[in-house]
């Protein structure tokens, strides 16, 4: 069990192996320059080139799905099942990715997980090239994509921790999380000029070669630049010793367990407002579908500012800052929740989205942090099934309770259980404090 609660992190250095004018040009702290040290890891540079690329297609495919299942059914009960399909998984598989992640070497996991999902775009466009398309098609790729996605996360989230080391953790969890948030601006934009431009077939096509330049980057990496050591393979009884050892580590380690449950359960309750948007945009702000598409944009820019900015301080994470996070996070969803004025809403939601990415990015750079390398696909895997996995829940949760009360109800309910979650995760915290200090 560690022995201290706040994980310490020093100054990022000059890379292993970098030569004097590296040393020199990496080690200025002043401009956007400070907001890209990362990257001087050859490593990770080959990595986060490769994504930016993928997590394009990989948008730009999630639009043409949702426009897929529209012609083929136009149904919404359709387009709520086949997201819920593609999200399944990660509650039953994703602490087995962890294993994985820990057992064999993290890029030969991400290698296989990305030629598989290649491979599932490629089909998916085949399908709709032929003609023989149908709904239950898409079912069983949307099981397929979370599969491959629950068992690829963990490993690929590890994965940044060995490639930079732990000292410039901060600023590469943070560059990747940039890389998501920009996508999630870009790439609806971008899918509905190419579906206005040709048809949806091309954007499958394209995702499907947009996995090509991050297995390319994964290909180049050199094993003897990463940071961590995988467990030898084993047989099953093997892999079910390797689950319980990751989740003994996560019940006895005092700050894994209160970041990943508590943090799990403001996301659970509180990281739902993009299904209320629309109700808000349409019932009370009277803005209709431009209006929420400027909301939805805000959201994810206030995200996009956020990651940079955590990326350019490097900031040490504290179990201290996630909370205050929270709770700024649930306050101004408080406010959100009785605007009725259109921009006021909109600066909210860019907050909102601000807030949610700084706690999330700085509990999951923590768990990176204090976790042994042997262990981290294991703890990641414990954090994506509490965090990712929690999503859709609250989907369904916010979306009952928008039936029967109406949005803000909804949105004031969620945020006043976050704030109640971090009530007791603050009393938790003080009374961790005081056990380790005794």
Do not use: C
Request: no cysteine.
């Amino acid at each position: 069990m560690k022995k201290y609660f706040f994980p310490v992190l020093r100054r990022p250095g000059p890379a292993a192996g970098a030569s004097e004018r590296e040393m020199t040009v990496w080690s200025a702290d002043g401009g956007m320059r400070r907001a890209f040290t990362s990257l001087r890891h050859r490593n990770f540079r080959l990595y986060w080139f490769g994504q930016m690329v993928s997590l394009l297609g990989s948008v730009m495919q999630s639009i043409g799905q949702v426009w897929l299942v529209l012609e083929l059914t136009h149904s919404g009960w359709q387009l709520g099942l086949v997201g819920a399909l593609q999200a399944l998984p990660i509650l039953f598989f994703s602490i087995f990715g962890g294993v994985f992640a820990d057992r064999w070497p993290k890029r030969q996991v991400l290698l296989v997980t990305q030629a598989a999902s290649m491979l599932q775009a490629f089909l998916l466009w085949a399908l709709i090239v032929t003609g023989i398309l149908q709904i239950w098609h898409l079912y069983v790729l949307a099981l397929l994509v979370g599969l491959t996605s629950s068992l690829g996360r963990p490993a690929s989230r590890a994965f940044v921790g060995e490639m930079v080391g732990r000292e410039d953790l901060p600023n590469a969890v943070a560059l990747n999380s940039s890389l998501s948030n920009l996508a999630r601006i870009v790439g609806p934009a971008l899918g509905g000029l190419i579906i206005a431009a040709s048809n949806v077939t091309v954007l499958f096509l394209l995702n499907a070669l947009s996995f090509l330049p991050v297995m390319v980057g994964l290909a180049l990496i050199k094993s003897q630049e990463l940071h961590g050591r995988p467990l030898q393979n084993g047989g099953v009884a093997k892999t079910w010793q390797s689950l319980r050892e990751g989740l003994d580590y996560v019940w006895k380690t005092p700050v894994v367990l209160l970041v990943i449950v508590v943090v799990g359960l403001v996301l659970l309750f509180g990281s739902n407002f993009n299904v209320l948007l629309p109700l808000f945009a349409t019932g009370l702000l009277h803005v209709g579908a431009t209006g929420f598409g400027f909301l939805s944009a805000a959201a994810g820019i206030g995200a996009l500012l956020s990651a940079l900015w955590l990326a350019w301080s490097n900031q040490q994470p504290t179990s201290w800052r996630v909370l205050i996070g929270m709770l700024a996070f649930g306050a101004l969803e408080v406010m959100f929740s009785f605007s009725h004025s259109y921009f006021l809403s909109l600066l909210l939601i860019a907050s909102i989205g601000f807030m949610e990415e700084a706690f999330a990015m700085q509990a999951m750079t923590i768990l990176q942090t204090v976790t042994p390398n042997h262990l981290s696909g294991r703890v990641l895997s414990v954090q994506v099934l509490f965090f990712d996995g929690s999503l859709p829940l609250g989907y369904l949760l916010m979306g009952w309770l928008a039936g029967l009360f109406g949005a803000p109800i909804a949105m004031l309910s969620g945020a006043l259980l976050s704030l109640l979650v971090v009530g007791v995760g603050w009393m938790w915290w003080k009374a961790t404090q005081k056990e380790m200090e005794s």
